[in-house]
């Protein structure tokens, strides 16, 4: 599958072109105070635990990937193997941070980072079940950077789901 030099470059341009949106986004949230990264020193500590398990995490996601590789020859591109095991890595750290009440910071608030998820997610899911459909997901048997949008989708709406499942479990251990 030999792709043009023009293609290549669109592709690039399309990442940085997303990149540069996203640090848009979250410097606006952090102008509007809606994000602000103040934890105490409990939560502080609950997040290095998060890293630490995030980071072997994506040690082990990585060896799997390149050992699939090896057994089963190339079953995705390089950068759709690499997304795969970063999001099974954000999950990780994420669901510890969200289990050890370490999420979110002091001046956050659950209900907007909810929604900002579900939009997050949402979005990203959309946009994968397009280039499903236009067959840009699996070329020639093999999964390809068509995946990305999904593959982040599916990440940001599994964090929804268990920061909403915690959340819940919360409320309800506090009416107890």
């Known amino acids: ?23 848009g986004i979250i410097a606006l949230l952090f102008r509007l105070k809606i994000m602000d990264l103040t934890f105490d020193e409990r939560q502080e500590r609950a997040r290095g635990q998060a890293y630490k398990y995030g980071f072997w995490t ?33 999950v990780m750290f994420a669901s510890v941070c969200i289990v050890k009440d370490a999420y979110l910071s002091l001046k956050e608030k659950p209900r907007t980072i909810m929604i900002l998820l579900t939009v997050v997610g949402s979005l990203n899911l959309a946009i994968g079940i397009m280039n499903w459909k236009n067959g840009r997901v699996v070329r020639d ?5 068509g995946a990305a949008n999904g593959i982040c989708g599916l990440m940001v709406l599994v964090i929804l789901v268990v920061y909403v499942v915690n959340h819940l479990l919360a409320k309800r251990e506090d009416a107890e």
Do not use: E, K, P, Q
């Open 141 to 145: 048997g093999i999964l390809t950077f």
């Open 1 to 23: 599958m030999n792709l043009s030099l023009g293609y290549n470059f669109g592709i690039l341009a399309a990442v940085l072109v997303g990149a540069l949106v996203g640090l």
């Open 58 to 90: 994506l040690m082990a996601c990585l060896l799997l990937y390149g050992f699939s590789d090896m057994v089963l020859g190339r079953w995705c591109d390089v950068i759709a193997g690499v997304m795969l095991c970063a999001g099974v890595a954000l």
